[in-house]
């Protein structure tokens, strides 16, 4: 299944799980993989990307510079 070619409202649920997962996944899921949606934190950071960049109008709710931000903290949580 091509996520992005799935209808908007789909999408953005989407995005705000994937959100909520890496939330748990920086918290109490104490950076365990196996909590994201992806399943991998490269692949679920990709994901949340392709999806914002997906939509005509952004979501207010998430930017870009926060998705940034996961990624920086969860990439660093892989050196630790």
């Given at each position: 299944m091509n996520i992005l070619k799935q209808d908007e409202e789909f999408r953005?649920?989407?995005l705000?799980?994937?959100q909520m997962d890496c939330d748990?996944?920086?918290g109490n899921g104490k950076g365990h993989s196996g909590h994201l949606w992806?399943?991998?934190e490269k692949e679920?950071?990709?994901?949340m990307k392709?999806?914002?960049n997906s939509f005509d109008e952004k979501?207010?709710?998430l930017s870009m510079k926060e998705i940034e931000e996961y990624e920086k903290n969860m990439i660093?949580?892989?050196q630790e």
């Amino acid at each position: 299944m091509n996520i992005l070619k799935q209808d908007e409202e789909f999408r953005y649920q989407l995005l705000g799980r994937l959100q909520m997962d890496c939330d748990y996944y920086l918290g109490n899921g104490k950076g365990h993989s196996g909590h994201l949606w992806a399943g991998d934190e490269k692949e679920q950071i990709k994901t949340m990307k392709d999806l914002w960049n997906s939509f005509d109008e952004k979501p207010e709710w998430l930017s870009m510079k926060e998705i940034e931000e996961y990624e920086k903290n969860m990439i660093k949580s892989l050196q630790e």
